[in-house]
């Protein structure tokens, strides 16, 4: 019996990995670096999971040092919620239906992500215009763990938090980092591709969809449904 849905956020319930290039290419001019992640070096970058992360490995590959990394991030942080809070993303299509399918049929809702506890309430605030803990029961994100995708700490989390073993929820993924991240942590995991990770390989997925508006929950409660191509 299916039990939960585990949803990541990035890139699988909205499309807002613009939104973060984007905030991060206003930071870095606000802070005056002379750095500007074009929409190639920000699909490379994406393959290092987290923010700080990011900033980081950019910094090795350019040869910079003496950046406050944390603040950076900070900074960048408030700058993709103010983003947000202007308006402009909406949820991907199906995203919005199969979670009101899930809750009329008592199926929980879980996040697992490598983004960070404000940025989760940004985006809910932004397409549920509700804080995320009246959207999701549960919230396990990439600040709260040792380890961030593709690394299972995350979902290890949310099943924790959630009190289910692996084979009653299933993962929602949009990028080969989550998927090894949930499969690690023994998911089941339907793959919606996004803009950024659409080249990226999914095997290993139970399915992979163009996006939720092709599937029902009915289909996502049958541990035989097939992987479509």
Same mark, same amino acid.
């Given at each position: 019996?299916?039990?939960?849905?585990?949803?990541?956020?990035?890139?699988?319930?909205?499309?807002?990995?613009?939104?973060?290039?984007?905030?991060?290419? +206003?930071?870095?001019?606000?802070?005056?670096?002379?750095?500007?992640?074009?929409?190639?070096?920000?699909?490379?970058?994406?393959?290092?999971?987290?923010?700080?992360?990011?900033?980081?490995?950019?910094?090795?590959?350019?040869?910079?040092?003496?950046?406050?990394?944390?603040?950076?991030?900070?900074?960048?942080?408030?700058?993709?919620?103010?983003? /947000?809070?202007? !308006?402009?993303?909406?949820?991907?299509? !199906?995203?919005?239906?199969?979670?009101?399918?899930?809750?009329?049929?008592?199926?929980?809702?879980?996040?697992?992500? #490598?983004?960070?506890?404000?940025? =989760?309430?940004?985006? %809910?605030?932004? %397409?549920?215009?509700?804080?995320?803990?009246? =959207?999701?029961? =549960?919230?396990?994100?990439?600040?709260?763990?040792?380890?961030?995708?593709?690394?299972? +700490?995350?979902? /290890?989390?949310?099943?924790?938090?959630?009190?289910?073993?692996?084979?009653? %929820?299933?993962?929602?993924?949009?990028?080969?980092?989550?998927?090894?991240?949930?499969?690690?942590? !023994?998911?089941?995991?339907? =793959?919606?591709?996004?803009?950024? #990770?659409?080249?990226?390989?999914?095997? !290993?997925?139970?399915?992979?969809?163009?996006?939720?508006?092709? #599937? #029902?929950?009915?289909?996502?409660? +049958?541990?035989?449904?097939?992987?479509?191509?």
């Amino acid at each position: 019996m299916l039990e939960a849905l585990i949803f990541d956020v990035d890139g699988t319930l909205a499309e807002t990995e613009e939104l973060h290039r984007r905030a991060f290419n +206003d930071s870095f001019a606000e802070w005056r670096l002379d750095w500007y992640w074009s929409r190639a070096d920000y699909t490379r970058l994406l393959k290092t999971t987290g923010g700080k992360e990011r900033i980081a490995a950019h910094m090795v590959e350019i040869g910079a040092s003496g950046v406050d990394i944390a603040a950076l991030h900070r900074a960048k942080t408030a700058r993709y919620t103010a983003l /947000m809070e202007a !308006g402009g993303l909406d949820l991907r299509p !199906g995203v919005a239906a199969l979670m009101d399918d899930a809750r009329a049929q008592g199926v929980r809702l879980a996040i697992a992500t #490598t983004t960070s506890r404000p940025n =989760v309430e940004a985006l %809910c605030a932004a %397409c549920f215009d509700a804080p995320a803990s009246d =959207v999701f029961e =549960v919230i396990a994100a990439g600040d709260e763990v040792a380890a961030k995708k593709p690394a299972p +700490d995350v979902y /290890m989390l949310a099943l924790e938090r959630l009190g289910l073993p692996a084979r009653r %929820c299933l993962a929602l993924e949009d990028s080969r980092n989550g998927l090894i991240s949930a499969m690690q942590a !023994g998911l089941r995991v339907l =793959v919606t591709p996004s803009a950024y #990770t659409a080249s990226e390989d999914f095997t !290993g997925a139970w399915r992979l969809i163009p996006s939720l508006a092709e #599937t #029902t929950l009915s289909a996502l409660a +049958d541990p035989a449904a097939a992987i479509k191509e």
